[in-house]
C-alpha cells in the first residue's frame, strides 16, 4: 500500500525556520495537503495543493514541491505553532493516504 | 460556513457494530458540491481515512477497511452515517467527519471528533 514518510519530530526554537518534509512515490503525480493538530483539536487544514495557503493561515506558512517530496515552512516560528502536522495526499485509485506526522516542538 | 458534528456512543462491546451520525449545518449534502468523509485516529497515533458517500449515495472506502465499513447518508436530515461492524480493541480511536472537496481530495472543515472505545 502506498505510505507517505515524515519524520517524527522537529524543534525549532521561536523565531527560527521550521521544516517538515513528506516523501511519497506519487508525489510528483499528486497533490500534497497539510494539516496543523493541536492536543484535543480537530486538525486545520494549512496548505493545499502543495503551495496554497487558505484564508485565515498566517503568510508564515508555506509548501513546497520537489520530485518525491514535499516541505511544509514555518518561517519565524511562534510558540502557537507547537503542533503536530500531517501531511496527506491519494494514490492513483483515490484512497487517501496520510503521513505518519510530525511533532514540531517550539523549544 | 460548513459544519460538521458528530454523535453516537462512546463504548462498544468487542464484535459489535459500531454507530456515528455526523449531521451538517450551514450548507446541505444534496449540494452535490463535496464528498462526506469519516476519517480516524486511534489515541496518541496517527491519522486514517476510512471512506467517503456522495450525496446520490455512492461511495469509495479505504481498502484496509472496506470488508467492514458502511457508509450511508440521509439527504432529508443533511446526515451521513458511519457503521464499522466486528469492532475490536484496535478501533478504539476519535472518530472524524469531514467535508472532502472532489478531484483534490482534501478536507476542510473537519468535526470536532468523537472518542469510540471497544471494550466489555
Known amino acids: 500500500s502506498y505510505e507517505l514518510t515524515q519524520p517524527p519530530s522537529v524543534s525549532v526554537s521561536p523565531g527560527q525556520t521550521a521544516r517538515i518534509t513528506c516523501s511519497g512515490d506519487?508525489?510528483?503525480?499528486?497533490?500534497a495537503y497539510w494539516y496543523q493538530q493541536k492536543p484535543g483539536q480537530a486538525p486545520v487544514l494549512v496548505i493545499y495543493?502543495?503551495?496554497e495557503r487558505p484564508s485565515g493561515i498566517p503568510e508564515r506558512f508555506s509548501g513546497s514541491s520537489s520530485g518525491t517530496t514535499v516541505t511544509l515552512t514555518i518561517s519565524g516560528v511562534q510558540a502557537e505553532d507547537e503542533a503536530d502536522y500531517y501531511c496527506?495526499?491519494?494514490?492513483?485509485?483515490?484512497?487517501?493516504?496520510f503521513g505518519g506526522g510530525t511533532k514540531l516542538t517550539v523549544l | 460556513q460548513v459544519q460538521l458534528q458528530e454523535s453516537g456512543p462512546g463504548l462498544v462491546k468487542p464484535s459489535q457494530t459500531l454507530s456515528l451520525t455526523c449531521t451538517v449545518s450551514?450548507?446541505?449534502?444534496?449540494?452535490?458540491?463535496?464528498?462526506w468523509s469519516w476519517i480516524r485516529q486511534p489515541p496518541g497515533k496517527g491519522l486514517e481515512w476510512i471512506g467517503y458517500?456522495?450525496?446520490?449515495?455512492?461511495?469509495y472506502y479505504n481498502p484496509s477497511l472496506k470488508s467492514r465499513v458502511t457508509i450511508s447518508v440521509d439527504t432529508s436530515k443533511n446526515q451521513f452515517s458511519l457503521k464499522l461492524s466486528s469492532v475490536t480493541a484496535a478501533d478504539t480511536a476519535v472518530y472524524y467527519c469531514?467535508?472532502?472537496?472532489?478531484?483534490?481530495?482534501?478536507?476542510?472543515?473537519w468535526g470536532q471528533g468523537t472518542l469510540v472505545t471497544v471494550s466489555s
Open positions: 469531514a467535508l472532502q472537496w472532489p478531484g483534490d481530495n482534501w478536507f476542510d472543515p
Open positions: 495543493k502543495d503551495s
Open positions: 496527506q495526499s491519494a494514490d492513483s485509485s483515490g484512497t487517501v493516504v
Open positions: 450551514g450548507g446541505s449534502i444534496s449540494s452535490g458540491d463535496y464528498f
Open positions: 506519487a508525489l510528483p503525480k499528486q497533490y
Open positions: 458517500i456522495y450525496y446520490s449515495g455512492s461511495t
